[in-house]
């Protein structure tokens, strides 16, 4: 009995370690990420192949430009861009010669890919020209949420819209939402579309049933655990925070992707944080969706997840994360 018991004291020990060491390293590393939202802006330029000269960027500060700015995110996406591009930008020059109002730009952020994404990027630049298609290649892998940013910032569109490089959900699909969308806007002819702040995340809710059938087994654990720990960690509003298709006006993005700390896999949980901070208006809108093979999502995704969930929990609620207004 004395024995069980030494055993019984030494695992609550150990545990007990464990825990205060965890504990210790989120409160550090929540800590030393508190100005990861001081971006310095002041040297990114987009490269031109046709001009072979640098192109200055414009910032999220700036007037729009353009009407719809479309961010791609692409890290080793060499074999999925080409088929997305392609059919994104038949759609948009498509749409450009009906209705001579609308104006758009395609801006693919390199996120330090070790293939031939910049390559395959800059063919279209070529093709297409810089005033329509860019390419702002970080140097190095910095993270999804890191190039979302990035390209956010340095867009030039009233409404800026997220798509992923594995075209899982259709430009034309998400067009017509994002028209629905201006449309709506619209209807306030007091204010321009770019300075009403609204966000819209795209969601598969309705297509749960199916996708339970059809997804791998991992990525519907991951997706059923990973909606509970959200709700924890941001509280309730948007079900699906991991889809692709995310849509912000200007006047939202301005505030968001100039305070968001996150780089890599929630940076999407913690937008949904910061919406409700600035009581930005969210808007859930149904997608169609189809899963892509390639996708870099897998088991070890998992505890990356709940460490920035964890972060940002800690970083926000003990005051660390600051938040410009």
């Known amino acids: 009995m004395g024995c069980l018991w030494t055993i019984t004291e030494l695992f609550f020990i150990v545990i007990l370690i464990v825990f205060s060491v965890l504990a210790t390293a989120i409160i550090f590393e929540a800590f030393r990420r508190k100005s990861n939202n001081a971006h310095d802006e002041t040297h990114a330029i987009f490269e031109d192949p046709n001009s072979l000269k640098p192109v200055p960027c414009p910032y999220i500060l700036d007037p729009a430009e353009k009407y719809l700015s479309l961010i791609i995110p692409a890290f080793n996406e060499e074999h999925r861009l080409p088929v997305a591009l392609d059919e994104t930008m038949n759609y948009l020059q498509q749409r450009a010669a009906k209705d001579k109002s609308f104006s758009y730009e395609v801006l693919i952020v390199d996120d330090g890919s070790a293939d031939g994404t910049k390559r395959v990027a800059f063919d279209f630049v070529r093709k297409y020209n810089i005033e329509n298609v860019r390419v702002l290649p970080l140097g190095r892998n910095y993270g999804k949420g890191e190039a979302i940013r990035k390209g956010m910032l340095h867009s030039r569109g009233q409404l800026l819209l997220m798509l992923d490089a594995d075209g899982a959900t259709k430009i034309q699909a998400s067009a017509r939402k994002e028209i629905n969308f201006g449309n709506e806007l619209a209807g306030d002819l007091s204010s321009r579309i770019s300075d009403i702040p609204i966000a819209a995340f795209g969601s ?28 924890l960690a941001a509280g309730p509003g ?40 600035f009581s930005i208006p969210m808007i859930e809108i149904s997608v169609n969706w189809s899963e892509i093979p390639g996708s870099k999502v897998n088991l070890l995704s998992i505890p990356n997840m709940l460490w920035e969930l964890a972060l940002m929990s800690v970083g926000y609620r003990c005051g660390l994360w600051k938040i410009h207004a």
């Open 204 to 231: 598969r809710a309705h297509l749960e049933k199916k996708a339970l059938s059809t997804r791998k087994w991992y990525r519907n654990v991951l997706m059923k655990g990973f909606h509970i720990v959200v709700l």
């Open 238 to 277: 948007i079900r699906d925070t991991q889809c692709g298709f995310k849509m912000f006006t200007r006047a939202a993005a301005r505030k968001l992707f100039t305070n968001i700390h996150l780089k890599r896999w929630c940076f999407d949980v913690e937008l949904v944080y910061l919406c409700k901070w």
